[in-house]
């Protein structure tokens, strides 16, 4: 039994949101009872205790959609890159790395993620991977790599034709295979999607195989609009738009989650909609690669379920949904738009995307729910309660704050220090895996 308390408590719970001084008993992997934390402190007398020292107690959040072989990009610029457009960007950049990435590489890119979200209070995570250089296995690679670190994690990989029919078979089977995995091992931890690149580099064949594929085990993930690219090839190769050939593809549905959507138009919302599919926003990427303001607040108001990821550029949500509140306010002109909505995106519709997959209650703090909990340093210099918790994440919280992070009932993090992980050990062999990608992409020793 474990008990977090001595904290001000946020549930996300519509029944008991908020405590001032409150406290989550834990047994196993669940969450057995919130409320004060003198009475529980009381009534669990012998738990095991987790002091959140007056910060705040709340649910781990969760990343609908991120990179894990982006990991080791950080710092790096590749020689004669100096990109114009999303194209460039992805051929000069990102297709330039994957290509490059061997399975001790994914593990490395893996390790450095895992060990970020979990520093940012990221409790689970939805990856969408890429390794062109050693696709065979690099989900098993990432699966060791999740298990042992501890993090809740659905897995996908990013089938594309970029790199020639070897390739595209290559990423089926490794999806197929992984979600194979997934499905007979059960593991309430480690969950399968089946992954696509951007339409652009996919055709209906391979479509049609990704869907045989699959066999219906389990949803997809992909990136649908995120350039106009998307939307030029759909239109001049397929006489239609993106979400139209989902459609026509059999991809759509209650399980599958569209990265971006940033070109949809209202009557490819209506489809997305009326199909059951989730799509999730990446702010700060959307930002930095110049690819436009997506057209959320409409897809919230036609009842799509609307998340919120990083596409990797942070592990930090918060920091996202900070970015969201600007991005929208500037596109609509509108200083009065986007502050639900964000929250809702981060909070609670992460959370039904979650439960699709994980199949229980996560990202909330009640009876039966994943003991998925966070304690935030955020000691604040004005009133906090429950009627303006939101205006204190947006405008106060982030990351950094996290001091201690809880997963499935397991202490990762305490005091901003892992438990049980030898950090130093990991860090050390990430640094060589690092310098050899980077001598790789530049032809030189780092």
Request: overall charge negative; some cysteine.
């Amino acid at each position: 039994m474990l008990l977090i308390g001595n904290g001000m408590l946020i549930t996300r719970d519509e029944k008991n949101p908020w405590f001032k001084d409150g406290a989550v008993v834990i047994d196993g992997d669940t969450i057995k009872e919130a409320g004060d934390y003198q009475e529980l402190k009381k009534k669990y007398p012998d738990a095991e205790f987790v002091d959140a020292r007056g910060g705040v107690i709340m649910p781990g959040l969760i990343n609908a959609h991120t990179h894990i072989y982006s990991g080791l990009a950080r710092g790096l610029s590749i020689d004669g890159n100096n990109p114009t457009n999303f194209l460039e960007i992805l051929e000069g950049m990102w297709w330039a790395i994957d290509r490059k990435l061997t399975l001790d590489r994914t593990k490395a890119s893996a390790y450095a993620t895992v060990l970020d979200c979990i520093r940012d209070g990221v409790t689970t995570i939805f990856d969408h991977h890429a390794s062109f250089g050693e696709i065979p296995g690099s989900l098993f690679a990432i699966k060791d790599v999740v298990k042992e670190i501890g993090i809740r994690s659905c897995l996908c990989y990013e089938v594309s034709e970029r790199d020639g029919e070897e390739k595209t078979e290559q990423g089926i089977k490794e999806n197929a295979d992984f979600a194979k995995w997934a499905k007979d091992e059960n593991d309430s931890m480690i969950k399968a999607m089946f992954g696509g690149h951007a339409l652009f580099t996919i055709s209906d064949k391979t479509f049609e195989k990704m869907v045989k594929a699959n066999d219906g085990m389990t949803g997809f993930h992909i990136h649908v609009a995120e350039g106009m690219n998307d939307v030029y090839d759909s239109l001049r190769n397929y006489g239609c738009r993106p979400v139209n050939r989902l459609l026509y593809n059999g991809i759509l549905g209650e399980k599958t989650l569209l990265g971006h959507c940033i070109h949809v138009s209202p009557a490819e919302m209506d489809i997305i909609k009326e199909t059951g599919t989730m799509t999730v926003n990446n702010p700060e990427s959307n930002m930095g690669n110049a690819v436009g303001c997506a057209p959320v607040l409409q897809m919230i108001k036609k009842g799509i379920t609307v998340g919120m990821g990083t596409d990797a550029y942070t592990h930090d949500m918060l920091e996202s949904l900070k970015v969201f509140l600007i991005i929208q306010r500037h596109n609509a002109a509108l200083p009065n738009v986007a502050w639900g909505e964000g929250v809702q995106m981060l909070f609670d519709n992460n959370r039904k995307i979650a439960e699709k997959y994980f199949g229980r209650p996560i990202g909330i703090i009640r009876e039966g729910a994943a003991a998925d909990v966070i304690v935030m340093d955020y000691k604040p210099f004005t009133p906090f309660s429950n009627e303006n918790i939101d205006g204190h994440m947006i405008f106060g919280m982030m990351g950094r704050h996290c001091t201690t992070t809880v997963i499935n009932g397991k202490v990762l993090y305490k005091d901003r220090e892992f438990v049980g992980i030898d950090e130093e050990k990991i860090n050390a062999w990430v640094m060589e895996q690092s310098k050899g990608l980077w001598g790789d992409l530049n032809n030189r020793k780092y």
